[in-house]
C-alpha cells in the first residue's frame, strides 16, 4: 500500500463518469455546494490515506471541462488533449476556498508524521439510520494522531449549527494528552475540550484533527 498510486482523477479523463470531478459530479445533477462539499471530502480522503497521492492538474480547485464531442462527452476528437486548465476559474470563491482546503491538508501531508506510516485504525464506524460515518486513525506508536471523521450520506446532526449543544459522539476517541488540544485542519480551528469527538457531522463532510 504505501506504494499504491492513488487518484480522484486521473490524467485519463474520458468517457462516462471519467471526466474531471467537478464535470462527473455537474452531470450527475449536483450544483453548488453539494459539488464543493463533496471534492472536499474526496480530497480529505485521499490526502490521509496510505500510499502516494496524485492530484490531476487543476482538480485542486475544482477545474472543469470546456471542450466536448457532439456527444458531450470528453474523448480525444472532442478536445481532451487541447482542453488546457483554466487558472482564471481560481478567481471564483467557492473554487478559491476548494483551493485552500486542499493545500491545508497538503500541508498536512507532507508535514504529520502519522500519515507518513502505515498504521490505519477504523475506531468508529456508524452505518444506522441511513447514516455512513466513519472515524479512523493514522500514525502508530509515539506519534501525534491524525483523526479523519468522514460523513458519506445525507445524515446531519439536527440543529447542528445553531445549537450550542447539538452533538454527534464518537466513540473511543484518542486520549488528549496534558497541555495539548484537538485542531481541525482544513478549517483552521481549535476544538472545545468539551468538544473533542462529540462535535456535529455535516451532510457529505469530512473533518481532520491532528494534536498541537
Known amino acids: 500500500m504505501p506504494q499504491a498510486i492513488l487518484y480522484v482523477t486521473s490524467h485519463d479523463v474520458e468517457g462516462f463518469q471519467k471526466e474531471r470531478l467537478f464535470t462527473m459530479l455537474s452531470r450527475a445533477g449536483l450544483q453548488g455546494?453539494?459539488?464543493e462539499k463533496r471534492i472536499k471530502l474526496a480530497f480529505a480522503c485521499l490526502l490521509t490515506a496510505v500510499?502516494?497521492?496524485m492530484i490531476l492538474a487543476g482538480e485542486e480547485f475544482g477545474d472543469q471541462h470546456d471542450l466536448f464531442d457532439a456527444n458531450g462527452n470528453v474523448t480525444e476528437n472532442g478536445g481532451k488533449e487541447v482542453d488546457p486548465v483554466d487558472f482564471s476559474r481560481l478567481e471564483q470563491p467557492f473554487r478559491r476556498e476548494i483551493f485552500q482546503y486542499v493545500s491545508r491538508l497538503v500541508?498536512?501531508?507532507?508535514?504529520?508524521?502519522?500519515l507518513s506510516v502505515n498504521d490505519t485504525e477504523f475506531f468508529h464506524v456508524d452505518f444506522n439510520d441511513n447514516k455512513r460515518v466513519l472515524v479512523w486513525k493514522r500514525g502508530g506508536f509515539g506519534q501525534d494522531p491524525v483523526v479523519v471523521m468522514a460523513n458519506f450520506s445525507d445524515c446531519a446532526t439536527p440543529n447542528g449549527l445553531t445549537d450550542p449543544a447539538a452533538e454527534y459522539v464518537v466513540s473511543n476517541w484518542p486520549t488528549t494528552?496534558?497541555?495539548?488540544?484537538?485542531?481541525?485542519?482544513?478549517?483552521?480551528?481549535?476544538?472545545?475540550?468539551?468538544?473533542?469527538g462529540r462535535e456535529p457531522i455535516f451532510a457529505w463532510e469530512a473533518k481532520v484533527y491532528t494534536l498541537t
Open 107 to 114: 500541508h498536512l501531508r507532507t508535514s504529520a508524521p502519522a
Open 51 to 53: 500510499g502516494i497521492p
Open 177 to 196: 494528552p496534558p497541555g495539548r488540544h484537538w485542531r481541525e485542519v482544513p478549517q483552521e480551528r481549535d476544538v472545545r475540550p468539551d468538544q473533542v
Open 33 to 35: 455546494m453539494d459539488i
